[in-house]
């Protein structure tokens, strides 16, 4: 649905004189060209929550393991693991 709008953003943009006044095109070509921005912005936003996901994954199953282990000294060592993980720590 974006794409055709930017599409007809454009064309009137192309538009030559008489069909639409100049500040017009003007500002159909600065439209197009932030819906453009903004669908990028949106994409890479939705690639960090993905990647966000998998960390949160990575961690849970993380977790799960030191917490099978059954020793005493695994609670501290899932709070580091999360505590890692969480603030983006390599080898979290």
């Known amino acids: ?3 055709d709008l930017v599409k007809r953003l454009r064309s009137l943009g192309r538009a ?5 006044s100049f500040l017009a095109s003007e500002d159909a070509m600065k439209a197009a060209d932030r819906i453009e ?6 994409v890479q936003s ?3 929550m993905m990647e966000d996901g ?12 030191i917490l099978s ?3 005493w000294g695994a609670n501290d060592l899932a709070r580091t693991v999360a505590r890692e993980a969480l603030e983006g720590k390599e080898g979290a």
């Open 54 to 65: 998998r960390r949160i994954e990575t961690l849970e199953n993380a977790l799960k393991e």
């Open 1 to 3: 649905m974006s794409d």
């Open 69 to 71: 282990l059954g020793s």
């Open 16 to 20: 030559g004189p008489g069909c639409i």
């Open 46 to 48: 939705f690639e960090k």
């Open 37 to 42: 921005k903004l669908e990028a912005a949106l």
